[in-house]
């Protein structure tokens, strides 16, 4: 196995690992989820702002650290947190393959 470039690709075979990572992915797809159904009402209120879901609830600070202090104070079980910063301005993103 190289890691030349920075980038080591492991196969997980554990079936504990396996079955921690399924039920991880379960809940950042659940606080996803609860943040794309109230994104309306967030993104407006929280500009400029650090969001974090946990246990399908909101979270909201200055930084990264804050959000997530908060969310494993409120949510120690959710290992699944949702995090992300919601820039002040809306503006038109294009996102594209950059080959």
Known sequence: MSSENGIVMEEITNTKELVEAKLRRERFDRNSAWLHANASEIYPKYRGKFICIAGEELFVGD?????????????????????????????????????
């Not at 949510?75 to 950059?98: C, L, M, S």
């Open 63 to 99: 930084t990264v650290a804050e959000v997530i202090t908060k969310a494993k104070s409120a949510h120690p079980e959710d290992n699944g947190r949702f995090v992300h910063y919601i820039p002040k301005e809306k503006v038109t993103r294009i996102y594209a393959n950059q080959r």
